[in-house]
Nanobody, 113 residues
Framework: QVQLVESGGGTVQPGGSLRLSCAAS????????MYWYRQAPGKQRELVAQ????????IYADSVKGRFTIPRDNAKNTVYLQMNSLKPEDTAVYYC??????WGQGTQVTVSS
């Protein structure tokens, strides 16, 4: 049974930090590129960051470059999204994606004073 379980969301003030985790099971995690997407109310889902299976290649949306990083731990079948210097416009539901087309259930991130 394939599972992608996100955690770590919450409410934070502007300028704060959060670390999201996505624990994967049921597929060969280390052989797949992993992705983080987000969807804000009334907007389309957008790609935030991706990391290749060996972590050699990382790609970020322009809106998060220099603030977010996407490490992974293949021994733990987990991908992370470290979010620093958060802005109100980062408010969204964050989803991880992996394997052929597996998605997690999402975790809410709210940036508000």
């Amino acid at each position: 049974q394939v599972q992608l379980v996100e955690s770590g969301g919450g409410t934070v003030q502007p300028g704060g930090s959060l670390r999201l985790s996505c624990a994967a099971s049921g597929f060969p995690f280390s052989t797949y590129t992993m992705y983080w997407y987000r969807q804000a109310p009334g907007k389309q889902r957008e790609l935030v960051a991706q990391i290749s299976r060996g972590a050699f290649t990382k790609i970020y949306a322009d809106s998060v470059k220099g603030r977010f990083t996407i490490p992974r731990d293949n021994a733990k079948n987990t991908v992370y999204l470290q979010m620093n210097s958060l802005k109100p416009e980062d408010t969204a539901v964050y989803y991880c994606k992996g394997g052929p087309n597996f998605w997690g259930q999402g975790t809410q991130v709210t940036v508000s004073s």
